[in-house]
């Protein structure tokens, strides 16, 4: 997304597919906490919420500071998919965020704390090595 956005690509984004996103660095980050706790068994970690791709998009267009007319709104139902696909692919997050006694990050909390290390060249000394 930010990659076409910042080369003034258009972008089409589902608006009917919810999904809740998590930084991968947060994600690290609580699997450690989840260690320390010793906890074993089945756990979402996701972000607190959910969101529309299209409004993902949008969010990161927003922080980014990148054109938000770039990003087209469409149905998954437009494309002539293979496999069928669910709409609804968030996560309920309640048992994690009782089991670590925290509140998990929120896609804004994400994007956020991704454009901070994006301004550090944090995301590019990783991708450079």
Not at 100 to 107: A, D, E, I, R, S
Request: charged fraction near 35%.
């Amino acid at each position: 997304i930010i990659h076409k956005l910042s080369h003034r690509e258009k972008l089409r984004a589902f608006k009917d597919v919810l999904f809740s996103p998590i930084l991968v660095n947060d994600l690290a980050e609580i699997l450690f906490k989840l260690e320390e706790k010793k906890f074993a068994g089945t756990i979402h970690i996701a972000s607190r919420e959910s969101c529309s791709k299209f409004e993902f998009a949008k969010s990161i267009a927003k922080i980014f500071n990148l054109d938000r007319t770039l990003i087209e709104p469409i149905s998954i139902d437009q494309l002539k998919l293979k496999a069928l696909r669910g709409k609804n692919n968030s996560l309920n997050v309640d048992r994690a965020e009782q089991i670590l006694n925290m509140k998990l990050p929120t896609v804004e909390d994400g994007l956020k704390k991704m454009h901070e290390l994006k301004l550090k060249d944090f995301i590019w000394e990783l991708r450079n090595g």
